[in-house]
């Protein structure tokens, strides 16, 4: 193929060298030049004929990695590492060259085998070594399988192409078993089974990763706990996003513990992670509509305009914080029902938290009659809020009224603070007391009321028709 190229290249260069010279002597360009245009020609086609010399006289790329085939993964994967694609190229040329190898002689073996089963009068014993070293090649050639496979996946990541030799790969890989052979078959298990690149080998493999899924088990929870404790010690951080942050930590340790026992067994975690990255691609195309509640719920998470156990009025809802999530948030109403709204309804909405301070006014209005002894009112509610045992003294209990109209009725407000934790108990027992003492005291409340009022007509006017209409519809 390389000389064909520059016999192909020297003609071209050639014809044109004399196509030059041709168009120079039709054109009458002097000699001198027609020479110096022969010269540059002749220079040209001497460096190409110099450089296929060169490339006919280059050696070819020798492989570094095949020269052990029982060399450690990693260390072949740092050795491969540093090499062009030339050189990738060739390593993975020595590697399929060995895996051949290792196939035929494969099948040398399955073939005697399967001869000697049908040759009467063979020996058992020599059937059973031929079983035996057919074993022992079929553990070399999946060892090989897997050094290739890590070659190949370096020479992916640099631009080659390794179709063939992955197809080549799938169909070698399948092991074929005569099973009416039964003591054939038991006798490939137990040399599996006790080589070293067989069942020793997955052996401690699967022991590693039971180790480490076990390790990882024990470290998740503990791991949330130190989250937890540390994030407790930060008074700015809410319940909430500390049990976010502390499921993530769970979560994380997890998945990485189960992803490095994949890897401790030999498996690629290159096509896992790039089947993450698509499966996670499409389940945020597909549930793009929920992408809002969960950027709701990180806002509520680190803006914390509640916590768990906090009374609030959102969306309509007028109950406690149960829990919240990414996606939603769940409210407990006072009979004990769980609200669940999407986060998008809570933080897109208005959202009073009356529980948010350490502290909390009861607001008691009350109606009374426009005449009421106001001072009298102040003294019972001042007398009944310094009696109660959760009522603070500072801020201390206040008094006011107020009204729209001045018609019948005074709205007396009454207020009185106590801790957030006391609020309900204190707040009923202080309408108690009210309900009981202003009675007592001569205080009425208000009614609504209603006055209509009935004229008489004037005499004079009976001969009026609008006065006429005005007794019918009276009568």
């Known amino acids: 193929m390389t000389m064909r190229k520059f016999f192909v290249s020297v003609s071209v260069k050639t014809i044109a060298a004399t196509s030059i010279i041709s168009i120079s002597a039709i054109l009458g360009t002097p000699a001198l030049a027609q020479q110096e245009v022969v010269d540059e020609a002749t220079s040209e086609i001497v460096e190409t004929l110099v450089d296929s010399e060169e490339v006919e006289d280059a050696e070819p790329i020798e492989a570094i990695t095949a020269e052990d085939p029982d060399i450690p993964t990693d260390e072949l994967e740092l050795l491969l590492k540093p090499l062009m694609l030339d050189n990738m190229t060739a390593e993975a040329d020595a590697w399929f060259l060995l895996l051949q190898e290792k196939t035929q002689e494969i099948t040398d073996a399955e073939i005697e085998i399967i001869r000697q089963g049908g040759t009467s009068g063979a020996s058992d014993a020599g059937k059973e070594q031929k079983v035996v070293e057919a074993t022992e090649l079929e553990v070399e050639q999946s060892t090989l399988i897997a050094r290739l496979s890590t070659v190949l996946d370096a020479l992916d990541e640099k631009g080659g192409d390794t179709v063939s030799y992955r197809q080549y790969m799938e169909a070698i890989s399948g092991i074929q078993f005569n099973i009416t052979d039964t003591e054939g078959l038991s006798l490939r298990f137990t040399t599996w089974l006790q080589s070293e690149e067989g069942g020793i080998r997955w052996g401690l493999n699967l022991l590693k990763f039971g180790g480490i899924l076990l390790a990882t088990v024990v470290i998740a929870p503990r791991a949330g ?251």
């Not at 509640?293 to 156990?309: E, I, Q, R, T, Y």
């Not at 609030?312 to 914080?321: L, N």
């Not at 109403?333 to 998008?344: D, M, R, Y």
Request: aromatic content about 10%; charged content about 15%.
């Open 225 to 475: 706990k130190l989250a937890n404790a540390a994030l407790s010690r930060v008074p700015t951080i809410s319940t909430l996003f500390r049990d976010f942050a502390v499921m993530v930590v769970k979560r994380s340790v997890l998945a990485a513990g189960g992803l490095l026992a994949l890897a401790a067994i030999g498996v690629n975690l290159g096509p896992i992670v790039a089947v993450l990255g698509g499966a996670s691609f499409v389940v945020a195309f597909a549930l793009q509509s929920n992408l809002g509640n969960f950027a709701s719920g990180l806002m509520l998470l680190v803006s914390k305009p509640f916590d768990v156990g906090d009374e609030v009025e959102v969306a309509g809802y007028w109950a406690f914080i149960d829990s919240i999530s990414l996606a939603n948030t769940k409210l407990k109403a006072f009979n004990g029902s769980i609200i669940t709204l999407p986060n998008n309804s809570v933080w897109g909405g208005d959202i009073i938290n009356y529980t948010h301070a350490k502290i909390r006014a009861i607001s008691i209005t009350i109606n009374v009659k426009f005449s009421a002894d106001l001072d009298k009112i102040k003294t019972i509610w001042m007398e009944i809020a310094a009696a109660h045992p959760d009522v603070l003294a500072d801020p201390g209990p206040s008094l006011f009224p107020w009204n729209k109209s001045y018609d019948y009725c005074l709205s007396v407000g009454l207020k009185a603070w106590t801790p957030t934790d006391k609020y309900w108990p204190a707040y009923v027992d202080l309408l108690k007391s009210l309900q009981i003492q202003l009675p007592e005291a001569g205080i009425e409340f208000a009614s609504p009321q209603q006055d209509r009022n009935i004229y008489q007509l004037s005499a004079q006017r009976d001969n009026d028709p609008t006065a006429e209409l005005i007794s019918a519809s009276a009568g």
